[in-house]
């Protein structure tokens, strides 16, 4: 399943941003959707993910209470709203996906089979 993220670009020191993830021609069929990032250097590390069937939501601390993630039905899409960003948010965001929804393999980069391409988030001071 390959997977398009959009929405990424240069903002200032809390500024908000929306991302969003698709996958062209077609439906997930996924119920787990997730993002991660990667800054430079660092690792890809995990940043929230939602249920597909039920909406229901999870955060890595260092995003909780700043960012939201929605899905849209109608539109097949999976959207991260990113609030307050610090200059630490900068990174390469990526939109992912798997079959089902576990709480452990949720938070698990290598669970995740189908991947996009990244979108790259600046946030200057």
């Known amino acids: 399943v390959q997977l398009v993220e959009s929405g990424g670009g240069p903002v200032q020191a809390g500024d908000s941003l929306r991302l969003s993830c698709a996958r062209p021609?077609?439906?997930?069929?996924?119920?787990?959707m997730g993002w991660f990032r990667q800054a430079p250097g660092k690792e890809r590390e995990f940043v929230g993910a939602?249920?597909?069937?039920?909406?229901?939501?999870y955060y890595s601390d260092s995003v909780k209470g700043r960012f939201n993630i929605s899905r849209d039905k109608a539109k097949n899409t999976v959207d991260l709203q990113m609030n307050s960003l610090k200059p630490e948010d900068t990174a390469v965001y990526y939109c992912?996906?798997?079959?089902?929804?576990?709480?452990?393999?949720?938070?698990?980069?290598?669970?995740?089979?189908?991947w996009g391409q990244g979108t790259q988030v600046t946030v200057s001071s």
């Open positions: 021609g077609g439906t997930f069929n996924r119920d787990a």
């Open positions: 939602i249920r597909w069937s039920t909406g229901n939501v």
């Open positions: 992912a996906s798997q079959p089902a929804w576990h709480i452990i393999s949720i938070r698990v980069l290598k669970a995740y089979s189908d």
